[in-house]
């Protein structure tokens, strides 16, 4: 078992964005501790639990049955998350249908916020590696629904800035730098963020996913935090899934 890194990088905190390339402030000791962890991820760890979790419910085979699926079938239908479940009446993630599991398996259901749910979460997420996303918003009104309130979330400016998701992810400030790490465009078609959450983050050492990015991000954006779960962050999900539609899976990720 690797050895988890406790990471320390320079964070320079700005109160505007700079557009140039070479402010990008990681020092050399950092950025070869980055291509160590590439080779050498941490979150594999949090993974391997995670297989150990889904082991005492069963295991891929038990979990495939649950959704009505072959385990050969259980991949490609995980690349399609989140999505509407009709035994739910509702759209959800995969850390919330892996609630509805284990409750129905007679087990007491992990915390959303929970670092085993984060690891089974991960790893269950991790089945579907070496597949395109490809979830569907048309498949049903509920999804559509789900989308067209996503993409409400993300554009909405509030809290106390007065700033939206698309304030700091849009084309216009694409490669600019914020507290050192250069902002991706996660509405642009194809963008790849979402095949790579969950991550390990280096400044926290340890594993998210991306529903707690999002949260991250609203706390540094002095927004009122939406929580794990709630029709509006799995709302956000679903919009930003779809934004990396055809996307290729591939976890864990490594971020900043």
Request: hydrophobic share 40%; aromatic share 8%.
């Amino acid at each position: 078992m690797r050895k988890i890194l406790q990471i320390s990088l320079c964070v320079v905190l700005a109160s505007s964005l700079s557009f140039a390339s070479e402010q990008f402030a990681m020092s050399n000791a950092d950025r070869a501790m980055y291509e160590e962890l590439m080779e050498n991820n941490p979150a594999d760890m949090m993974l391997s639990n995670g297989s150990e979790l889904l082991d005492a419910l069963g295991a891929e085979a038990a979990l495939a049955k649950y959704l009505g699926l072959s385990e050969d079938e259980l991949p490609v239908y995980l690349a399609g998350f989140p999505r509407y479940i009709e035994k739910f009446k509702m759209v959800v993630s995969i850390d919330q249908m892996l609630q509805a599991f284990m409750h129905d398996s007679g087990k007491k259901p992990y915390a959303l916020k929970s670092s085993d749910m984060f690891d089974i979460s991960s790893y269950v997420k991790s089945i579907a590696n070496e597949q395109p996303i490809n979830i569907d918003i048309e498949a049903n009104e509920h999804m559509k629904k789900a989308y067209a309130l996503g993409k409400e979330v993300f554009n909405t400016r509030r809290g106390g800035r007065g700033l939206s998701c698309y304030n700091c992810h849009n084309p216009g400030v694409v490669g600019g730098i914020l507290r050192t790490q250069p902002l991706p465009d996660i509405s642009a078609k194809g963008n790849a963020s979402a095949a790579t959450w969950p991550a390990y983050r280096m400044t926290k050492s340890k594993l998210a996913t991306l529903q707690k990015r999002f949260q991250g991000c609203m706390q540094n954006a002095l927004l009122a935090v939406i929580p794990l779960g709630s029709p509006e962050m799995t709302a956000l999900e679903v919009y930003f899934t779809h934004e990396a539609k055809g996307a290729v899976i591939a976890l864990p990720g490594l971020k900043r």
